[in-house]
């Protein structure tokens, strides 16, 4: 499991209350394990100090993200804006082994085009344990599908032509288990990671192969509940903006969902979410109940046959 990418530059900063939201955001439980920290940033030295934090943590690896390609983190010469500074992206890689936790990196096929192999390789010669490839340029966004074929040339140039003992892990529009295991017969990669396939999905995890809209209205908004009591658990209140941003994806295709959805959007606390989904399951029970006695009011067609 993955943590959410964490600001190297907030985890080092001198501000108690700026590391304490990302301290906030850095906690796991046990049943995550193995767990893996993912940090983005741009200055080696931050790395450094965040790494040997996180082996304080107890946490089992280190990703490095050299693959975000939102505008406000490239600026600082973060995420996918290392793929224009290989020295320094080794520099983080070298710094972050100094921990002595195993590191691996996720980044995407280029920048502004298709140029993975200088890049790849700058990466590979710092033997990390494990590469995440991304199937888009950071210009793409997630605005044309992944290049799956893009990261089966790449498992070429590691595992072939670099015989290197690196991982290789594909990243990019996968939404199900089977759909995984069939990118990892098809390009030979080591394993799939899956990001916004899960949203409003936890049971993937299960291996279950149903698309969420075709699970039950009952065991959706039961997974809300239950994602919701997990986050209060862990988190109370805290950034309980993070979690709003899933509700929708909970209720996708459900075409008379609309008041839900906006009395969920218009919560302030895991407390107040409850009361709310309850409220409209009660409704959809009485709902169905209506529709039940309406059809079995309805005069009953009836055939009869002669007798021969």
């Known amino acids: 499991?993955?943590?959410?990418?964490?600001?190297?530059?907030?985890?080092?900063?001198?501000?108690?209350?700026?590391?304490?939201?990302?301290?906030?955001?850095?906690?796991?439980?046990?049943?995550?394990?193995?767990?893996?920290?993912?940090?983005?940033?741009?200055?080696?030295?931050?790395?450094?100090?965040?790494?040997?934090?996180?082996?304080?943590?107890?946490?089992?690896?280190?990703?490095?993200?050299?693959?975000?390609?939102?505008?406000?983190?490239?600026?600082?010469?973060?995420?996918?804006?290392?793929?224009?500074?290989?020295?320094?992206?080794?520099?983080?890689?070298?710094?972050?082994?100094?921990?002595?936790?195993?590191?691996?990196?996720?980044?995407?096929?280029?920048?502004?085009?298709?140029?993975?192999?200088?890049?790849?390789?700058?990466?590979?010669?710092?033997?990390?344990?494990?590469?995440?490839?991304?199937?888009?340029?950071?210009?793409?966004?997630?605005?044309?599908?992944?290049?799956?074929?893009?990261?089966?040339?790449?498992?070429?140039?590691?595992?072939?032509?670099?015989?290197?003992?690196?991982?290789?892990?594909?990243n990019g529009d996968v939404t199900s288990i089977p759909h995984a295991m069939e990118m990892v017969d098809t390009y030979g990669v080591d394993g799939v990671m899956i990001g916004r396939g899960l949203f409003g999905n936890p049971w993937l995890f299960q291996g279950h192969h149903r698309a969420v809209t075709e699970l039950s209205l009952e065991t959706r908004l039961h997974g809300l509940v239950r994602h919701t009591e997990h986050f209060e658990t862990l988190l109370a209140d805290t950034n309980f903006h993070h979690i709003k941003k899933m509700f929708g994806s909970y209720l996708v295709g459900i075409p008379y969902a609309k008041q839900l959805r906006e009395a969920l959007s218009a919560t302030s606390a895991p407390s107040d979410v409850y009361p709310i989904v309850e409220a409209f399951l009660q409704q959809e029970m009485r709902r169905r109940e209506e529709m039940h006695a309406a059809a079995a009011e309805r005069p009953q067609e009836t055939t009869t046959t002669g007798e021969h």
């Open 1 to 170: 499991m993955w943590t959410e990418f964490v600001s190297c530059e907030a985890l080092c900063s001198s501000t108690a209350k700026t590391r304490e939201r990302m301290l906030t955001a850095l906690k796991y439980a046990p049943e995550e394990r193995p767990i893996v920290a993912q940090l983005f940033g741009s200055k080696p030295h931050q790395f450094r100090e965040s790494a040997l934090l996180l082996r304080d943590l107890g946490f089992d690896g280190i990703d490095i993200n050299m693959g975000c390609p939102e505008k406000n983190v490239n600026k600082q010469g973060s995420g996918a804006a290392l793929i224009l500074d290989p020295p320094n992206a080794q520099a983080i890689i070298r710094a972050c082994q100094e921990s002595g936790l195993p590191v691996s990196v996720k980044t995407r096929i280029g920048f502004s085009s298709i140029e993975y192999h200088d890049w790849v390789s700058h990466i590979l010669d710092m033997e990390p344990e494990a590469l995440t490839i991304h199937g888009r340029t950071r210009d793409e966004m997630s605005l044309v599908p992944a290049h799956w074929d893009v990261i089966g040339d790449i498992v070429h140039l590691v595992k072939d032509k670099r015989k290197s003992r690196c991982l290789v892990i594909g």
